[in-house]
């Protein structure tokens, strides 16, 4: 598509859905007009367009909180953009993950509504916001501070773990030594800069077969 085929407001903007690539977390909605856009596409940074300072901004400028352009959509009336990043930090200006942390139903009404599997994303986004956090005494951050050096040996180590717990018939053992090689995977993952999307998408193609 032609950039001047998008349809941006009176004002010479359009909203821009920021959303973290691999864990599909939305993490921040600014606005872009054409310059912000396409310094965007050609830097593969963020830029935004500031209403409040009526000026363009770079994310992460001053943060070092950057976001790496992975993807640009636009939506079907051509008047919004969903932009795929790989962030280097916080999304938020609060120093959070993402702008969209705060809920305004009860944690027990969101659970209600959750599959069993949706542990799995919850977890996912969960890692990626300790990444760009980075708490201290997290041992999730522990890992990433470490590196993929450490995360491999406890990748190593919990399919060990299951492997015993297996063979020796140990059926609450068993559970609590796959969690755990769950866990590490999908800090392997992150890690990697591969979405659990792309692994799912081998299995459903295996399964297709």
């Keep these: 598509m032609n950039l001047a085929e998008l349809k941006f407001d009176d004002k010479g903007l359009i909203p821009a859905i920021v959303q973290d690539a691999q864990s599909k977390e939305v993490l921040t909605l600014a606005y872009m007009n054409k310059e912000s856009l396409e310094k965007t ?7 935004f367009y500031s209403r409040s300072r009526q000026e363009l901004w770079h994310k992460g400028a001053t943060s ?60 996912e986004s969960l890692i990626a ?18 590196g993929v050096d450490k995360i491999l040996k406890k990748v190593g180590e919990e399919a060990g773990e299951v492997i015993i717990a297996a063979k020796n018939r140990d059926p609450e053992e068993l559970k609590w030594e796959v969690a755990d090689l769950l866990f590490h995977l999908l800090v392997l993952l992150r890690e990697q800069k591969l979405p659990l999307d792309e692994v799912l998408a081998v299995l459903e193609e295996r399964h297709t077969k």
């Design 64 to 123: 070092g909180n950057t976001q790496t352009l992975i993807d640009l959509r636009y939506d079907c009336d051509s008047d919004a953009l969903v932009v795929l990043v790989d962030p280097s930090g916080p999304a938020c200006h609060k120093g959070v993950y993402t702008c969209f942390s705060d809920s305004l139903l009860s944690e027990d009404e969101v659970s209600a509504k959750d599959d069993r599997f949706a542990i799995i994303s919850r977890l």
């Design 41 to 47: 596409i050609e830097t593969r940074e963020t830029w």
């Design 129 to 146: 916001e300790r990444e760009a956090e980075m708490p201290e005494k997290s041992y999730t951050t522990y890992l990433f501070d470490k």
